[in-house]
């Protein structure tokens, strides 16, 4: 498999380094949250733009989304900032629910890319492409 090398892979480095940033070294500063479960729309929109930079830099270079891939690494990511917040914070904690939102995140993300390069290939597609001459 070839990997993408464009600015969007840069953009997924540094929004990961955000992310850990901000759920493992920043702690909470413990106020009310504007809404309820506001942290798992934050989850959901953290991992669905990790994972639409990821799939946007490799259509940005023409390649095959790897999907099946990139999805098994939001499982991982997942858990792994789960527990990682459960282990190594004291004012976060690790939450199932928090998880299913950060899949649930990527994975939106991962059918938003797909569609999107749907709707590109059927637009490159020659206009008389299916008459036969």
Known sequence: MRM??????????????????SLLFRESDGGAPPFAHFDKVAHFALFFA?????????????LAVPYRLL??????AAAGSETAQALFTRTREGSIADGLADVLGACAALWLADRVSSAKRVVKKPLNADKAV
């Open 4 to 21: 993408p090398n464009n600015r969007f892979v840069l953009f997924a480095v540094l929004w990961f380094i955000a992310a850990v940033y």
């Open 50 to 62: 990790q994972f639409w930079l990821l799939a946007k830099a490799f259509m940005q270079d023409r």
């Open 71 to 76: 999805f098994v690494l939001a499982v991982l």
